[in-house]
């Protein structure tokens, strides 16, 4: 898979529009940074709850360290009504596009609102190790790009039904009451402090659950968007794909099957990319960030997200590590 996407992206005639790991990135939101629980980025809000001057981790003998915590940019999701388009790789196609598979966003005739279905494509992006950045963090992530997911190959992303039968809890948040308490967690993710312990909300773009393509109230394409990288990142979890930090560990991350909304947030590449300001927590209003993000007519077809995750390092404390950023 590596060596095929290396060689479409070479040949694709749209390469320079693929997203640039340097100049399309908001560098800004690898903040705040926090060594023992206190905050060394004064300037930049800190939500985290958990202080300790030291962490120990297992082994032989223990490791005695400094706690840090710090944001990557580790993953990339694209949202697309194209089947088999890759628009943060330029837009390179690995396959074709029918009336079957391909995206749409439609009326429904007995409601005033329209539905919608899209395509995402899950990448491997870690950004600081390709750039050879904080590479002494033993936290940082590391690898190549890589596609690691493509609904297109998913029967359960384009059936409700089926994904229901695999996420049986779906059925216990259909319900009024338990969509009203989502509207609390719309206004925590807003201030960007999503609300854990309400999983199954999305904030204020919509329903999370059935984790497919099928938006059921498509009220723009910056929240129809925003709302599937949600269900794609919570997806990943289901899948065992993607591992996460307790609040408490700073030694190695552990699989998470129901996702943990406050290890994340997220910066838009594309239409239009975010290159300053602080990034968005899941579920945060597309209303207060989207302005100018995405164009009015034509074009909203392809969305790419960057995904910033919260990472937990034990630094060696008789080494010690230059921060850059």
Known sequence: MRAMIFFLIIASPIFGDMVNPITDVCWECVLPITLSGINVTPNVQDFSNYSTPICVCAGTPPKIGIPITFWEPARMVDVTRHAYKLVGLGGIKLGKETLKNRGS???????????????????VFPILSLLRLLTDFQCVETGELDVAYMSEFDPLWEDESLMNIFNTEAELFGNPLAQLACIADCAQSSLNKPTDKLFWCAGCEGSLYPFGGHIA???????????????????????????GYEETDFCEPRIMPIIKKSLYKTQIMRPIPQTSGACHALGKSDQLWGLGKSYPFGGEDDFVYLIWIKKQCCLDAVRPVLLSY
Do not use: D, N, W
């Open 105 to 123: 966003v439609s009326l429904v005739p007995e409601i005033p609102s329209k539905t919608s279905f899209h395509h995402v494509h899950y990448y």
């Open 217 to 243: 109230h498509h009220s723009g394409a910056l929240q129809a968007s925003s709302l599937i990288v949600h269900r794609c990142l919570a997806r990943m979890h289901r899948m065992g794909v993607i591992k």
